[in-house]
């Protein structure tokens, strides 16, 4: 059964370095979105992304934040420059539609990659 | 602002005992209501989409159900390998993209 992957599993940096974070979407979904978990607390949406750009972003995602399909498997989320308070759990997912659409909007989620900054 | 709360926090149940999850929500006209389970450390996996009130979708021991304030989710004589955190979230009208999750049900099944 297909599934999304994610690459690492567990990122460890210091602050003020930048990291990516990889994610390989199921192949034929069309939606690419970034969530994030802080441990103890709900899933945030942080991003979608379609068509080689942002359709919706939240507050969390400011200018520290990017996304980047740069050929036709990956899907990446970059932190330019961490902050404690950015160690989390980050989930990649992919669907094949979106809200926009009538059927087949389900969100499928990857396994995560645990980012500490120490 | 899109809300979703889900009750109780924590849920201890013997093998074999049924109960429910409820998952109240307000959202800016529905869109679609998701349920996943999530195991620790993992991420969430989806179970169903429930898109109007009345509808309801079943899967093995799960069945979730949703009316135009919360969803439920009952489980039928739970096993062991039930025991999860169950999320809620919701994707409203509006041509929205992002899912509001609650803060989830963890359940523990007891032998």
């Known amino acids: 059964e297909p599934e999304v992957t994610q690459t690492p599993s567990h990122q460890v940096t210091q602050m003020g370095q930048e990291v990516i974070l990889r994610c390989v979407p199921i192949?034929?979904?069309?939606?690419f979105y970034w969530y994030r978990q802080i441990l103890g607390q709900k899933v945030e949406f942080l991003v979608s992304?379609?068509?080689?750009?942002?359709?919706?972003k939240s507050e969390i995602f400011d200018d520290q934040f990017s996304v980047e399909r740069p050929d036709g498997s990956n899907f990446t989320l970059k932190i330019r420059s961490t902050k404690l308070e950015d160690s989390a759990m980050y989930f990649c997912?992919?669907?094949?539609?979106?809200?926009?659409?009538?059927?087949?909007?389900?969100?499928?989620f990857g396994p995560g990659t645990r980012l500490t900054v120490l | 602002e899109d809300q979703v709360t889900q009750s109780p926090e924590a849920l201890r149940l013997q093998e074999g005992e049924s109960s429910s999850l409820n998952c109240s929500y307000t959202?800016?006209?529905?869109?679609?209501l998701f349920w996943y389970r999530q195991d620790p450390g993992k991420g969430p996996e989806f179970l169903f989409t429930?898109?109007?009130a009345g509808e309801e979708k079943e899967k093995e021991r799960l069945k979730a159900t949703l009316t135009k304030k919360e969803s439920f989710l009952h489980i039928t004589a739970p096993k062991p390998e039930d025991s999860a955190t169950y999320l809620c979230?919701?994707?409203?009208?509006?041509?929205?993209?992002?899912?509001?999750f609650g803060t989830g049900t963890r359940l523990t099944i007891i032998p």
């Open positions: 997912a992919s669907s094949v539609g979106s809200g926009r659409a009538t059927i087949y909007n389900e969100q499928f």
């Open positions: 192949s034929n979904h069309l939606y």
């Open positions: 992304f379609y068509n080689n750009e942002i359709s919706e």
């Open positions: 979230a919701v994707q409203a009208n509006f041509g929205n993209e992002k899912l509001t």
């Open positions: 959202v800016s006209g529905l869109r679609g």
């Open positions: 429930l898109y109007s």
